[in-house]
Antibody
Framework: QVQLVESGGGVVQPGRSLRLSCAAS????????MHWVRQVPGKGLEWVAL????????YYADSVKGRFTISRDNSKNTLYLQMKSLRAEDTAVYYC????????????????WGQGTMVTVSS | QSALTQPASVSGSPGQSITISCTGT?????????VSWYQHHPGKAPKLMIY???NRPSGVSDRFSGSKSGNAASLTISGLQAEDEADYYC????????????FGGGTKLTVL
């Protein structure tokens, strides 16, 4: 069964750090690029970051660039999102998502999503 | 303000057809065939309905179809059913010195 399970969310004070994890199973994790997407409560979905299948390239939304780092450990089938200097506006449900295929053209549509982990930034 | 523009809401009766628009620019929607559509029921994971403008993943009903003209893409749902009531989001690839994915603001579909 193809599955993504996020963890690591919680309540954190502004300016602090948090690391999210996404455990993958049921597919060849090391063959796929991976994304993080978030949804602020009551608002729409927002793309956050992308890493290549081998971690050789990373791309970020302007809203998180310089504060968030996406990474992966293919030996553990796990994707990470290190979040620093957190702000109230980073409060959201964070999803990891898998592209529907291996190739570059396939990277831009996400066919497998986790259930999400909630991050609340509040003092 | 979202990068891609969608109507905030649309509605239709069971059996009818509706279309949701998604407007971008020549640097995203109009420049590439990497437009996708997602169905999102609150509290659940989003579901991919259309990829690369008009392709349906296996298992998605053929009542869902996608198209594009210029800088605007569209999702059409025919034969509306109660379970289609959800939020729908479009996305597009954008490359302008860096790569990213743009989401639309989302459209709430109400089945009357």
């Amino acid at each position: 069964q193809v599955q993504l399970v996020e963890s690591g969310g919680g309540v954190v004070q502004p300016g602090r750090s948090l690391r999210l994890s996404c455990a993958a199973s049921g597919f060849s994790f090391s063959s796929y690029g991976m994304h993080w997407v978030r949804q602020v409560p009551g608002k729409g979905l927002e793309w956050v970051a992308l890493t290549w299948y081998d971690g050789s390239n990373e791309y970020y939304a302007d809203s998180v660039k310089g504060r968030f780092t996406i990474s992966r450990d293919n030996s553990k089938n796990t994707l990470y999102l290190q979040m620093k200097s957190l702000r109230a506006e980073d409060t959201a449900v964070y999803y990891c998502a898998r592209p529907w295929g291996y190739d570059y053209a396939d990277y831009w549509a996400f066919d497998i999503w986790g259930q999400g982990t909630m991050v609340t930034v509040s003092s | 303000q979202s990068a891609l523009t969608q109507p905030a809401s649309v509605s239709g009766s069971p059996g009818q057809s509706i279309t949701i628009s998604c407007t971008g620019t020549s640097s995203d929607v109009g420049g590439y065939n990497y437009v996708s559509w997602y169905q999102h029921h609150p509290g659940k994971a989003p579901k991919l309905m259309i990829y690369e403008v008009s392709n349906r993943p296996s298992g998605v009903s053929d009542r869902f179809s996608g198209s594009k003209s210029g800088n605007a893409a569209s999702l059409t749902i025919s034969g509306l059913q109660a379970e289609d009531e959800a939020d729908y989001y479009c996305t597009s690839y954008r490359s302008d010195g860096t790569l990213r994915v743009l989401f639309g603001g989302g459209t709430k579909l109400t089945v009357l």
